[in-house]
Structures are given as structure tokens and as C-alpha cells.
């Protein structure tokens, strides 16, 4: 029986390693540090990389059904500490119960599900003359770095499909939050040969250096488009393959035939879940003017039924900001909106602690070019603003560096389905948001991204195709 809560130490090539430098994990619900965990050194990351080199070999000629059984008990074993993991994510993360199950839960059956897929060789041609197939065959080492709002689905997501199609990995969580992540490393050891799967803790100074290594083939990215440009940057210098997931700033668009109650609260947790730290989140809603008013206040009525406050807490709806440089990030963006003199409906001051709490805020109709609206908030600070004409609401919600997600709400279906195919988004939901599946390709357009994970688009992500052609006559000299 594995222990969370205690003793938390990298993978490397199938052992538990520490280091004697250290990253402190907070507890954004009250501030404590709840441990320090290792942080990775060079000569930890050449180790890792060289273990996963290793391990390659064995690991790619195995048959498929054999690492497609392994990846599946690897969701088994996360199931089996289901409950020790969604404390320990509320613990590190900050999240409230029913979004720390939304997690654990997705992580089980993503590794459940992805363990079914597979890529199957494409036969071109077949003729009397040659026989071309086209077989997808993996990469190497995967360097795979993740962010702190869903630390161990985003982890998942990349763990799955990399060691499906016969690659190993180098994993780094966020140095926010590794906990969940260094626990997973230890657990999968009972399942996966040394080396297939290394898990490393470490700064922002360990991503760049993962970037830069020589030995790895693929670098996939969930984090800020700040990052994925450094990331872009840092593969050309030898071409790394890369999958990166963004930042979003998504338009939630809201047709004039909608109940507003009803559209009220989808449209509130579709903007609030997991306290808005989502980089799927609606992040500027377009309530068309006739009603715009009746929204607006089914809005204001339900955001204070709704309780922030610590996540570990029974009936806490949204937990904390996860960090404290997100908290002064949006702590600045809503001083930078109160200078606007636009109405506040709600919210609007953080607290003073101890705990990064702000709490939902909206704000009425701030202009167009203002931070609140252009910028990706990444906190509980969403602004309503009017529209009456569909040409001018679309030309505004395009006109962004983002293009991750979008929603459009209507009792007309049809109607809302000829607006989505104007969005210039990855995913555009129809009267409902955040629907993902291990089936279900999920990538980012513009700046939002590049390449798409799960489905077998994401699976092919980490393979690359090769082309064997066989002419037929034996050639006889
Ligand atoms: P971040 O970019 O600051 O950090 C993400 C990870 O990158 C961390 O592990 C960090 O240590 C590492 N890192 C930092 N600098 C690096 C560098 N130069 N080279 C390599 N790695 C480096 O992002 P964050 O603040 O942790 O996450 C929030 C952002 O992630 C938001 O913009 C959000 O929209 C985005 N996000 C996107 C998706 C998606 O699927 N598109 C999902 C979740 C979050």
C-alpha cells in the first residue's frame, strides 16, 4: 500500500529518487507549505533521458496489446487510490471535491480508453507491380511538461497515447504542483519497466532544459502561449516534434431566443469551474441586448449561491487561485478594471487571506479594447457585454490572438450551428461546454495552439509515418 501523503521522490529508470534541492508545495487554501519535494538537477534530467533512451528499445518492439494492458492498469492503480488522489488534488491544486473527482475520474478512463486505440497500417496500393503501406511508428523519448490547474488529466493525457504508440517519456509537472504527478511516477513502477516512464520535478528552468535535450524527440506542452513560443523556439534547433496546448481567451455567445435562467447558471459554470483556472473557460460572454438585462441579473442572483472557499471544505462550490503569481496577476486585472469606472455587478476584491481567494466577479459591458476583455484572465473576472448584430458579434469574438474554444447558446440549433462554423476556434460547443473524450480531438487554432490531443489525430501525434514500398518481380542481374 502506497502512502500519498508523505515521502514525495522522482522516478528515474524505475527508482525513487530525491535531490537535496527543493521546491516548496503550498496549500493555496491557507498559504501552509504542505512539503517540499526534489528539484531535478541536470545530471538528474541527463539520467532520466538516458533511462527512457534505454527503454525504448524494449519498450517499442513489444506487441501493442501488451503496452495497451499496462497503460489500462495504470488507470486500474489510479483508481485504486481515487480517494487519496482527489484529497491530495484538493490539497496541492486547491479545486473543491466534485472537480478533484472530475479529475481522478477523467484520468482513470482516459487511460482506460486510450489503452483501446491504436493506429492501424494504411495499404495504399497493392498491385501486381509493389505493395506500399504506410505504418506509424513512434519517436523516442517524449518530453512531456504540464501545468497546475489539472495537473493529473493533463499528465494523463499525455502519458496514455505516448505509451501506447511505443514511445517512453520524461514527465515534468508544474513546480506548483507535483504531487499528485511524483505519486503516479511511484505507482506506475509496479506496472511499467524501468525507464518507460521518468518522472521529474523541477522549476521552469528543468522545462527549458528538456526542451533542449539532445535525446528527446517530442516535446508536448500544456501551458501558457507565453511558453509554448519559448518551447517553438527552443525545438527548431533540431527539429523536435511538438504538441502544444495554450492559452484561450473563448467567447461564449448568447442568442436573444434563450431562457435566461437556464442559459444563467450553463453560462456560469461554463465561465467559474475550477474557479475559472480552465483554459477552456468562457472568458467574455455576448448576451444579445434583448436579454442582455435578464441574464445579467439570473447571472448576478446565482453567483451568490455559490460558495468559494477552501476546496477540502463539504460544500465549497470553487476552491482558490492556485498560486500566488496567478493571484496578483488577477488581483492586477481587477484593478486595472475598476479604474475603467465600469459597474462591478459582483465580487471585485480579493480577500485578504490567509488563502488566494477572489471571488466571482462580473462586470457590466467593459469596452471592447479593455485588459478585462482582451486579455485571458485565468481567475473569476468575467465580463457581460451587449451585442445586437450577429456579422459584429462574430468579427469581435474572432478578433483575438486565441482560437481554443468558443460556445454558442440558442434554442435554435441550427441556427447556433451556422454561427459556430464562423468561429475561429479548436472547439465550439452548442448549448453545453467542456464536453472532451479520449475519442474527441481537442487542439487549439492561432495562438492557442498547435497539433490536437486524444483521438487518433493525438494519437498519431506521437509517431511518425513511414512509407514501405515493396516492388514485387525479384530482380535478377
Ligand atoms: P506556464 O506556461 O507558466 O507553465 C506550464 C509548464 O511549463 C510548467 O510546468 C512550467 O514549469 C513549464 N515552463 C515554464 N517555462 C518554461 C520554459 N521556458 N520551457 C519549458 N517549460 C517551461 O503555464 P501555467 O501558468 O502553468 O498554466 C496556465 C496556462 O496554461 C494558461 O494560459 C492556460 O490557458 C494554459 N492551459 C492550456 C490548456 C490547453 O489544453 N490548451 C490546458 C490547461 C492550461
Redesign the pocket.
Known amino acids: 500500500m502506497t502512502d500519498l501523503f508523505n515521502d514525495y521522490r522522482m522516478t528515474i529508470d524505475g527508482e525513487l529518487v530525491d535531490s537535496p534541492d527543493r521546491i516548496d508545495v503550498i496549500n493555496p487554501a491557507n498559504e501552509q507549505v504542505i512539503c517540499t519535494v526534489p528539484a531535478a538537477s541536470e545530471d538528474d534530467l541527463d539520467r532520466a533521458v538516458a533511462a527512457a533512451k534505454h527503454a525504448f528499445h524494449d519498450w517499442r518492439a513489444l506487441p501493442l496489446g501488451e503496452r495497451q494492458r499496462m497503460v489500462s492498469a495504470l488507470g486500474d492503480a489510479i483508481d485504486a487510490y481515487a480517494e487519496d488522489f482527489m484529497r491530495l488534488l484538493t490539497m496541492e491544486q486547491g479545486k473543491a471535491r466534485a472537480g478533484a473527482e472530475w479529475e481522478i475520474g477523467g484520468s482513470v478512463a482516459w487511460c482506460r480508453a486510450i489503452a483501446e486505440q491504436s493506429l492501424e497500417p494504411d495499404l495504399v496500393e497493392d498491385g501486381p507491380e509493389r505493395r506500399v503501406e504506410t505504418l506509424r511508428v513512434p519517436l523516442g523519448v517524449v518530453g512531456a ?6 495537473p493529473l488529466l ?1 499528465a494523463v493525457w499525455k502519458i496514455a497515447p505516448a505509451l501506447v504508440t511505443g514511445n517512453t517519456m520524461v514527465l ?4 506548483y504542483t507535483p504531487l499528485c504527478t511524483l505519486k503516479l511516477g511511484e505507482i506506475a513502477q509496479g506496472i511499467l519497466p524501468a525507464g518507460v516512464l521518468n518522472i521529474l520535478s523541477g ?2 528552468a528543468l ?2 532544459a ?2 533542449a535535450h539532445p535525446d528527446i524527440a517530442k516535446i508536448s ?7 509554448g513560443r ?2 517553438m523556439a ?1 525545438a527548431s534547433g533540431d527539429l523536435k516534434r511538438i504538441t502544444l ?4 481567451n473563448d467567447p461564449a455567445i448568447v442568442l436573444p431566443d434563450v431562457d435566461p435562467q437556464q442559459v444563467a447558471q450553463d453560462i456560469f459554470w461554463a465561465a467559474f469551474q475550477n474557479s475559472a483556472q480552465f ?1 477552456v473557460a468562457a472568458k467574455r460572454v455576448y448576451i444579445h441586448e434583448d436579454v442582455y438585462d435578464a441574464v445579467r441579473d439570473a447571472l448576478v442572483a446565482y453567483s451568490a449561491k455559490v460558495k468559494v472557499g477552501d476546496g477540502s471544505q463539504q460544500g465549497t462550490d470553487l476552491g482558490p487561485i492556485q498560486n500566488k503569481m ?1 493571484f496578483e496577476k488577477v488581483k492586477d486585472l481587477l484593478a486595472d478594471t475598476a479604474a475603467l469606472g465600469v459597474p462591478v455587478l459582483t465580487g471585485g476584491a480579493a480577500s485578504q487571506g490567509p488563502g488566494y481567494f477572489i471571488p466571482v466577479t462580473l462586470i457590466d459591458n467593459p469596452p471592447e479594447d479593455s485588459r478585462v476583455v482582451r486579455e ?1 484572465a ?1 481567475g473569476p473576472v468575467l465580463p457581460l457585454l451587449r451585442f445586437t448584430d450577429i456579422d459584429d458579434v462574430v468579427q469581435r469574438a474572432n478578433d483575438t490572438e486565441y482560437g ?1 474554444a468558443a460556445s454558442v447558446w440558442s434554442a435554435d440549433t441550427e441556427k447556433a450551428r451556422a454561427i459556430a462554423g464562423r468561429i475561429e476556434a479548436g472547439t465550439v460547443w452548442i448549448n453545453e461546454v467542456h464536453i472532451f473524450g479520449p475519442h474527441i480531438a481537442f487542439g ?1 487554432h492561432k495562438q ?2 498547435m497539433g490536437v490531443e486524444n483521438a487518433l489525430e493525438g494519437l498519431a501525434e506521437y509517431t511518425n509515418p513511414q512509407t514501405i514500398i515493396t516492388r514485387k518481380h525479384v530482380l535478377i542481374t
Open positions: 511538461i504540464t501545468p497546475w490547474n489539472f493533463l515534468k509537472p508544474s513546480p522549476n521552469d522545462g527549458a528538456i526542451t506542452f500544456t501551458g501558457s502561449t507565453a511558453t519559448k518551447i527552443a496546448e495554450l492559452g484561450g483554459c496567478q485571458e485565468f481554443l487549439g492557442s495552439g
